[in-house]
């Protein structure tokens, strides 16, 4: 599989496993570089001494690409491009903030950008801004959300329309009519969130891949629309029901916990980031096999639409 997004990220297939605070350390990035695509490893934890350890791991366990996450609204180092630069990584997807504050830096030093928008209007500032690609972030997606959420299906062929750089798709990602979909809609590449915290190789606790395999398609609540602090997307539980009916400011203060839940598994003790393809996900697998089988389908189901659909010349 060949496209503007695997020449750019050097890797065999264009899937690129999300950047998620505490989970995409190594051992669930270096699996993914190990399968084929691109693997992240996250800032957002801010606790960049255990990152810069992460990388020398992932070092050890791939000698694939992968890249780094910057998250801009928790950034909490003003030398973050220094420090991501120091680490030889060669590509980078910024989020969470103005493309403008770190893009040039980057580009300078010779790393690829990607930036994640949740709108035109964001997509189009990134591209101004000189990023090389866009990662286009539907609102059925879990984790931190711009509080106006758009649909996949709208978002992605909307911005496809109007730039020119290559779209990696995020949100409903988990298997390959997904992808095929998204390829549809403009995308050369796609990103897994949920499917990547659900795989065999997710540090977090069994009870959170559980819960995500128990969910529905209806199981995940959006919360925090009006602040302060970004809007979310998380499973339903009793706490996050409450939050959901209730409202309330306290919702970014209830991650003082996160780890808690993330590997202690106490499902009420924070919030579980989550996107609605958590209703689609029903076993745990290996993140090789999870990507092998997503290629498989993508195949298959690009080659019987083709069949069904394509115009046959007399």
């Not at 549809?184 to 540090?203: F, H, I, K, Y």
């Not at 003790?269 to 029903?282: C, E, F, H, N, T």
Request: overall charge negative.
């Amino acid at each position: 599989m060949k496209n503007r997004i695997t020449d750019m990220l050097g890797v065999k297939y264009p899937i690129v496993q999300a950047p998620m605070g505490w989970i995409a350390r190594s051992p669930l990035a270096s699996a993914v570089s190990n399968a084929g695509g691109m693997g992240i490893i996250e800032t957002s934890s801010g606790e960049l001494d255990n990152i810069r350890a992460e990388i020398r791991k992932m070092r050890e366990l791939t000698d694939k690409p992968f890249g780094v996450n910057i998250a801009q609204a928790f950034v909490r180092d003003p030398d973050i491009v220094s420090f991501v630069v120091d680490q030889g990584v060669k590509f980078v997807t910024t989020s969470a903030g103005d493309p403008n504050k770190y893009c040039g830096q980057l580009k300078e030093a010779g790393l690829t950008v990607f930036h994640v928008v949740p709108s035109l209007h964001a997509a189009l500032r990134a591209v101004e801004a000189g990023v090389d690609g866009l990662v286009v972030e539907g609102g059925e997606g879990g984790g931190f959300k711009n509080p106006r959420e758009v649909a996949s299906m709208v978002l992605l062929p909307l911005v496809a329309s109007k730039v020119g750089v290559p779209l990696i798709a995020a949100g409903g990602i988990t298997c390959g009519r997904t992808m095929a979909a998204a390829f549809a809609l403009g995308a050369e590449g796609v990103q897994m969130g949920t499917r990547m915290v659900s795989a065999a190789e997710s540090p977090v606790h069994q009870n959170w891949k559980d819960a995500i395999l128990n969910a529905k398609e209806t199981d995940t609540v959006f919360l925090n629309r009006f602040g302060p602090g970004p809007a979310l997307r998380a499973l339903r539980t009793e706490k996050t029901s409450v939050y959901e009916r209730e409202g309330g400011d306290g919702v970014m203060g209830e991650f003082k916990n996160a780890l808690s839940l993330y590997f202690g598994g106490d499902m009420e003790s924070s919030i579980a980031l989550s996107g609605q393809v958590a209703g689609r996900i029903d076993e745990v697998k290996p993140v090789a096999e999870v990507i092998a089988e997503t290629v498989a389908e993508f195949e298959e189901t690009i080659t019987a639409l083709g069949r069904q659909y394509g115009r046959v010349e007399a």
